[in-house]
């Protein structure tokens, strides 16, 4: 799969930004296996500077747990590629931001890392919010590449269900 960014449609991007300034809500994410994808394609809307706050690229442990607050136990508990990181992560950028919506993404794009436990492609991404904290699974396939840019497809599809309320599978 090969992506242009010359004529890349950003119609999601647009109606998500459209959604969040007409809430009048603000976003942060906090990316770990998308490398600042999510962020940079809610950026790629003229006028995103209303709605995204900003972002953190925690690729280490180190950076999630001294930034964002993810509790080191909670790493030694379920791993750093779980539903519960996830969340602490969303929750970290909100309250380090001071946004009203933070999302969290954490997984394995692969070719390295795996284990039997977290295999290349699985992915887990968080929203927190006043509506409360949201949380998916998702098993992704492909090369590095595609694996980055489907995670960044299931975050923004995950944040348009969540601005109307639609109800969608929570683990």
Not at 37 to 55: A, N
Not at 92 to 113: E, Q
Not at 138 to 165: D, F, S, V
Request: aromatic content about 4%.
């Amino acid at each position: 799969m090969i992506i242009s960014t010359q004529k890349r449609n950003t119609a999601m991007e647009a109606m998500i930004g459209r959604n969040l300034k007409n809430r009048n809500y603000t976003i942060a994410c906090a990316e770990s296996c998308t490398g600042g994808l999510l962020t940079s394609r809610l950026t790629d809307v003229s006028g995103s500077s209303t709605y995204v706050k900003g972002s953190v690229v925690s690729y280490t442990n180190e950076v999630k747990i001294n930034l964002l607050k993810v509790k080191a136990e909670t790493i030694d508990n379920f791993d750093v590629v779980s539903k519960e990181v996830a969340i602490e992560m969303a929750e970290g950028i909100r309250k380090l931001i001071g946004s009203d919506l933070g999302v969290g993404i954490t997984g394995i794009a692969g070719p390295t890392g795996s284990t039997e436990k977290t295999p290349v492609g699985l992915v887990y991404m968080a929203i927190s919010g006043e509506l409360g904290n949201l949380v998916e699974e998702h098993h992704l396939l492909g090369n590095r590449l595609e694996i980055k840019w489907q995670a960044t497809e299931a975050a923004l599809m995950m944040i348009r269900k969540y601005l109307i309320n639609e109800p969608f599978d929570s683990l």
